[in-house]
T-cell receptor, first 114, second 113 residues
Framework: AQSVTQLGSHVSVSEGALVLLRCNYS??????LFWYVQYPNQGLQLLLK??????LVKGINGFEAEFKKSETSFHLTKPSAHMSDAAEYFC????????????FGKGTSLLVTP | GAVVSQHPSRVICKSGTSVKIECRSL??????MFWYRQFPKKSLMLMAT?????????EQGVEKDKFLINHASLTLSTLTVTSAHPEDSSFYIC?????????FGQGTRLTVV
């Protein structure tokens, strides 16, 4: 069975600083990996996904993530944080034969300070 | 991208009553939809997989008689919380999948009083 672990339930960065949100996965088969963002009382918005193509994935709003098989990681980064990036971020994993049912990490709350 | 509409966005109901939540894929057909539950400050937990024209598949620990799922068409799945109790209060989110991506509804905040 596949799973993801997000290190750090809360991350605080200054506006303009680098954002790094960590995600490690466990999967018995090559995984599909996703990062989603959630604003309060809203659904999930896909930031980016890895589906066995390029290991460096670029997403929306300036986010990107790199799939590292040797480290079983899929960390999310953004060079310069904006105040609007403050939200809850979820890493998720799916196996191709699961019908795209997603297993989510516990989430990381990103706080951006002025 | 594809749009998934979930309704209602918020609902308050009395303990013992039933509540129906709808999930529609607006511009694509979804043979499979998923229902998730999210507790405050917690991650999303997969409740069940809804397959068009067949019975839903429930995850371990999810009461299928309490959380009734119907997927009558390729664009509509419904979740009915039967005989709701305060502990059923939560944020429920559906998703519908295309070939390579899952799209999420906006979620339903259920409060049982």
């Amino acid at each position: 069975a596949q799973s993801v672990t997000q290190l750090g339930s809360h991350v605080s960065v200054s506006e303009g600083a680098l954002v790094l949100l960590r995600c490690n996965y466990s999967s018995s088969v090559p995984p599909y990996l996703f990062w989603y963002v959630q604003y309060p009382n809203q659904g999930l918005q896909l930031l980016l996904k890895y589906t066995s193509a390029a290991t460096l994935v670029k997403g929306i709003n300036g986010f990107e993530a790199e799939f590292k098989k040797s480290e079983t990681s899929f960390h999310l980064t953004k060079p310069s944080a904006h105040m609007s990036d403050a939200a809850e971020y979820f890493c998720a994993v799916s196996e191709w034969n699961s019908g795209y049912a997603l297993n989510f990490g516990k989430g990381t709350s990103l706080l951006v300070t002025p | 991208g594809a749009v998934v509409s979930q309704h209602p966005s918020r609902v308050i109901c009395k303990s013992g009553t039933s509540v129906k939540i709808e999930c529609r894929s607006l511009d694509f057909q979804a043979t499979t939809m998923f229902w998730y539950r999210q507790f405050p400050k917690k991650s999303l937990m997969l409740m069940a997989t809804s397959n068009e024209g067949s019975k839903a598949t429930y995850e371990q620990g999810v009461e299928k008689d309490k959380f009734l799922i119907n997927h009558a068409s390729l664009t509509l799945s419904t979740l009915t919380v039967t005989s709701a109790h305060p502990e059923d209060s939560s944020f429920y989110i559906c998703s519908a999948t295309t070939v390579i991506e899952a799209f999420f509804g906006q979620g339903t905040r259920l409060t049982v009083v």
